[in-house]
């Protein structure tokens, strides 16, 4: 069983910064491609972003596209979403998960993930 954890969360004001961080436990984080999801107050986790175990691959969701980056240090067992521009809409709890697959073929299905971080709160005040 792996062992994610989320850091990095916090309020900040429309238009402002955050990078998220998520550590990985145990050898085989680099063979496997990485998401992050959100759930905002009231409505179902969403896809965000993922990346190809190598980082040679990455995907967005629409709403985030240009705004957020994801990567990758596999020697450090992390993945990153950096967020820049950040809108009210963003404001969620933040969930990295471990797919089961190394590419980022299957990472917007919530099916594909078989480890989940415990979250970390992202606020954006207007």
């Known amino acids: 069983q792996v062992q994610l954890v989320e850091s990095g969360g916090g309020l900040v004001q429309a238009g402002d910064s955050l990078r998220l961080s998520c550590a990985a436990s145990?050898?085989?984080?680099?063979?496997?491609?990485m998401t992050w999801f959100r759930q905002a107050p009231g409505k179902a986790r969403e896809f965000v972003a993922g990346?190809?175990?190598?980082?040679?691959?990455?995907g967005y969701a629409d709403s985030v596209k240009g705004r957020f980056t994801v990567s990758r240090d596999n020697a450090k067992n992390t993945v990153m979403l950096q967020m820049d521009s950040l809108k009210p809409e963003n404001t969620a709890v933040y969930y990295c998960?471990?797919?089961?697959?190394?590419?980022?073929?299957?990472?917007?299905?919530?099916?594909?993930?078989?480890?989940w971080g415990q979250g970390t709160r992202v606020t954006v005040s207007s």
């Open positions: 145990g050898r085989t984080f680099s063979s496997y491609a």
């Open positions: 998960a471990r797919t089961m697959y190394s590419s980022t073929s299957y990472i917007t299905d919530r099916g594909n993930l078989d480890n």
């Open positions: 990346i190809s175990r190598d980082g040679g691959s990455t």
